[in-house]
């Protein structure tokens, strides 16, 4: 286990849906992320959270809403969501953003969104 | 703006044999150069990376990787190949001048090794 826990696994969810997915992580980290899984596409950075504030938006459609409690959860909030938006969502974390030699990220299992 | 590529979808390699997965990039500044690997329903799990010093880079389960500034590349490699290395493999980058959290990812190479 990576200490990143995602919760569901699985989602399945109309359109009209409102769900959110969690992310916890038990490392002490001050960064957390989340990231959408296509197959074949590049992995797309969506949000980034640094010490709580969000310090990058990818240009992501408002229907996706991050939100960051604290430093150990993370949520990402769907609502109206579209066909296209089907992937996977990783959610990680890493420990200070700001220190290279120590850049890692650690990636929770991720959960496999499916809008019908 | 930063970019990486992963020009092969899918790399097959019979067990014993070295392989080989490559990743070339683009950064405006130094690169920071990464490889995951993500076996089936799990997520990514770190292997390596490049920040600087030596070209030839370490990392878990065998693997190593060689930093090539003038052809930009991160080419994986292991030298001999075993059936549990089959998974997904990620080459990421971010510029050394940006903000930690632009790590960009290519899309993917598919290691199969067949025994």
């Known amino acids: 286990e990576t200490g990143v826990t995602q919760t569901p696994r699985h989602l399945v969810m109309g359109m009209t849906n409102k769900k959110s997915l969690k992310c916890e992580q038990h490392l002490g980290h001050n960064a957390m992320y989340w990231y959408k899984q296509s197959a074949k596409k590049p992995l797309e950075l969506m949000f980034v959270y640094s010490l709580e504030e969000r310090v990058e938006n990818n240009s992501v459609p408002s229907r996706f809403s991050p939100e960051c409690p604290n430093s150990s959860h993370l949520f990402l909030h769907l609502h109206t969501l579209q066909p296209e938006d089907s992937a996977l969502y990783l959610c990680?974390?890493?420990?200070?953003?700001?220190?290279?030699?120590?850049?890692?990220?650690?990636f929770g299992s991720g959960t496999q969104l499916s809008v019908l | 703006a930063q970019s990486v590529a992963q020009p092969e979808d899918q790399v097959n390699v019979a067990e014993g044999n070295p392989l080989t997965v490559k990743c070339t990039y683009s950064v405006s500044g130094n690169p920071y150069l990464f490889w995951y690997v993500q076996y089936p329903n799990r997520g990514l799990q770190f292997l390596l990376k490049?920040?600087?010093?030596?070209?030839l880079v370490k990392g878990s389960y065998g693997f190593e990787a060689e930093f090539n500034k003038s052809q930009t590349s991160f080419h994986l490699k292991k030298p001999s190949a075993l059936v549990s290395d089959s998974a997904l493999y990620f080459c990421?980058?971010?510029?050394?001048?940006?903000?930690?959290?632009?790590?960009?990812f290519g899309s993917g190479t598919r290691l199969s090794i067949r025994p």
């Open positions: 990680a974390s890493s420990q200070d953003p700001r220190d290279a030699t120590n850049e890692k990220l650690f």
């Open positions: 990421a980058v971010r510029d050394g001048g940006s903000s930690a959290s632009k790590i960009i």
């Open positions: 490049y920040i600087t010093g030596d070209n």
